[in-house]
């Protein structure tokens, strides 16, 4: 029996290609701390019950935002581990009729103004009455908490005419201060697919909106969720494809030079293999819409991401989890495998210690 386990793991490797490798991913994401306060801090996944997540750490507290359809909530904790237990916290809540139905992937970046900085709510809505609606806006925090008190500031134009379905914004932000907006939109020979605009501000694009191709390695719809790395000089866009209720959603990746004009196709080359997949073994399906995160004392890499816990079409078994990533000699991101829930995690270093009463 466990010849045949082991065999069926190394057929998953060879099939995902060397990007994963299964002995790595297990070490990555075990515990390397002694002590009854690191046994403490381990966590196990997941996170919550729900999808499209957004993770990030800023001034000693951890944030998720999930998808909620009618609004926009985050939750927050001192410790990786106790969002499975933080409440939510409602953080917008869009009064118009025209845009807040079926509120989907909302994403939280911290940007400069010309006065000071603040918190940018970028997130896809419709009106009700069918998904050709959705689009992308923009709401900004009063000052400089997360929490808010958030207002509406625009609808991003991704098309001259309107005309055109838009979800799952990202902004991108280089060296040099410019931004970029990466989202799925239509049309596309996959239905739906990437595309990159340059931004005037943070609530406004500028110039034409630019179409990425990208392999769906056999699946023939959706290229979606884009988020973005940049390492060593490099750019990775991590995408989602095939349907996310599937057990087949999956991640892709393209990659191009930081320095390089990101408005031209031509930069971007498709990386070979699929990234992040499915483990039945582990009973980890559809694992995608990723969101990258440093921990706490900027050393380690971490992805969060939704899957599923079945293999049934359907978008009722998603919860988020999150786990460490590495990067490999060649500067390429190595996500691992995404690991089963009942396997107990490290907590991303520099995590606050917890207080002795609780240790």
């Not at 769906?216 to 095939?242: A, D, I, N």
Request: hydrophobic share 35%; aromatic share 12%; charged share 20%.
């Amino acid at each position: 029996m466990l010849r045949r386990v082991i065999g069926a793991l190394l057929l998953i490797a060879a099939i995902m290609g060397p990007a994963i490798h299964l002995d790595a991913a297990a070490r990555k994401s075990s515990p390397r701390h002694s002590g009854t306060a690191a046994q403490a801090l381990s966590f196990h996944n997941p996170l919550e019950m729900g999808a499209d997540p957004c993770l990030f750490w800023y001034k000693g507290w951890y944030y998720l935002s999930t998808t909620k359809a009618v609004d926009v909530s985050l939750r927050r904790a001192r410790r990786l581990g106790e969002l499975r237990t933080a409440r939510d916290q409602v953080v917008w809540q869009d009064p118009m009729t025209a845009r807040f139905h079926d509120v989907w992937a909302a994403e939280f970046h911290l940007l400069d103004t010309g006065d000071r900085p603040r918190w940018f709510l970028y997130y896809t809505s419709d009106n009700g009455k069918n998904d050709a609606s959705h689009r992308i806006y923009v709401a900004q925090s009063a000052g400089t908490d997360p929490m808010g008190p958030y207002t509406f500031v625009a609808q991003l134009q991704t098309d001259p005419e309107d005309q055109f379905y838009a979800i799952d914004p990202t902004v991108l932000k280089l060296p040099d201060g410019s931004l970029y907006l990466f989202w799925c939109g239509r049309p596309s020979p996959a239905g739906q697919g990437l595309y990159v605009s340059r931004m005037k501000n943070p609530w406004t694009l500028t110039g034409t909106r630019t179409y990425l191709p990208a392999s769906g390695f056999g699946c023939p719809s959706v290229r979606e969720g884009p988020e973005l790395l940049q390492h060593s000089g490099k750019l990775f866009l991590v995408y989602s494809m095939c349907g996310a209720s599937t057990p087949d959603y999956r991640l892709g990746m393209l990659y191009a030079d930081v320095k390089s004009d990101l408005l031209n196709p031509a930069s971007w080359k498709q990386y070979p293999r699929i990234v992040f997949a499915r483990v039945d073994q582990y009973g980890v399906y559809g694992p995608g819409h990723c969101y990258f995160f440093k921990s706490p004392d900027r050393t380690q890499d971490w992805i969060a991401y939704h899957a599923k816990s079945g293999s049934a079409d359907t978008y009722a078994d998603r919860s988020t989890r999150a786990q460490r990533f590495t990067w490999s000699p060649d500067g390429i991101p190595d996500f691992g495998l995404p690991l089963p829930l009942d396997r107990t995690l490290a907590p991303p270093s520099g995590e606050p210690p917890l207080p002795a009463a609780a240790q």
